[in-house]
């Protein structure tokens, strides 16, 4: 059973064995998204280096089929000249096309090993996403529902008795703030000269009339200047 496997069903038992506390869904998910970040690190760094293996085994390739392309040359000048360095450069060529063997059956299965980790990495990244997508909806979902147990009115609810007891204290300020003003008022009254207050309200009402004259005067002067033009 492979690694990305067996992760899938410790994380599915964990799920099924937990209570139904929603803070203990909450920290098992995030351990979950947590164990699932480890190991997707961990398939990552294997994955880069199957990756440089991939590259050196090429470049190892390239430079034994170079070598072996040199010992042929070499052998066929030596063919006629000295036919058993000629030989030796043969047994050159079988080895060094014995190591390309090698190389490119280590590059096969470097290639499988990518493909089996590509896949599992994807998976990896898959299921973390969709912890995160249903967790974060649930959570979402599960405050809402905390949100309108709290809101609803009941007669011992909380937040009703939290209402009555601003209802309560703002009563309380509104007829101490009434009692200031009207104890104000009253010293404000007690402060007053009446003559002086007499006079004012006279000066008030003749500022009014004069007012009132130069309104009717303008009123006139707009009439008279309009008959004219006609």
């Not at 690190?41 to 392309?69: D, G, P, V």
């Not at 030596?78 to 090698?102: M, N």
């Not at 009692?179 to 007690?190: F, I, K």
């Not at 207050?197 to 309009?226: I, V």
Request: glycine share 2%.
């Amino acid at each position: 059973m492979n690694t990305v496997k067996r992760l899938f069903i410790s994380i599915k038992q964990q799920i099924e064995n937990v209570a139904e506390d929603f803070e203990d869904h909450q920290a098992l998910i995030n351990a979950a998204i947590i164990e699932l970040d480890e190991v997707g690190a961990t398939t990552q760094i294997q994955l880069n280096r199957t990756r440089n293996e991939l590259t050196n085994y090429e470049k190892q390739i390239k430079e034994t089929e170079a070598e072996s392309t040199l010992w042929a040359d070499r052998a066929r000048k030596l063919h006629t000249e000295d036919e058993s360095k000629a030989l030796d450069c043969v047994k050159r060529i079988k080895t060094l096309q014995s190591q390309s063997q090698r190389l490119a059956e280590q590059i096969d299965h470097s290639i499988e090993v990518e493909r089996h980790l590509i896949k599992d990495l994807n998976a990896i990244n898959d299921k973390r996403s969709e912890l995160k997508i249903r967790k974060d909806n649930l959570s979402s979902r599960q405050n809402r529902t905390v949100a309108d147990q709290l809101m609803a009115h009941s007669e011992n609810g909380v937040v009703t008795q939290a209402d009555k007891i601003l209802d309560r204290w703002e009563n309380r300020v509104v007829s101490n703030e009434y009692r200031t003003q009207q104890t104000h008022h009253a010293e404000h009254l007690d402060t007053v000269d009446p003559l002086q207050h007499q006079f004012e309200q006279e000066e008030e009402t003749e500022s009014l009339k004069n007012m009132l004259d130069q309104l009717t005067k303008t009123a006139d002067q707009t009439d008279q200047s309009g008959k004219s033009d006609q």
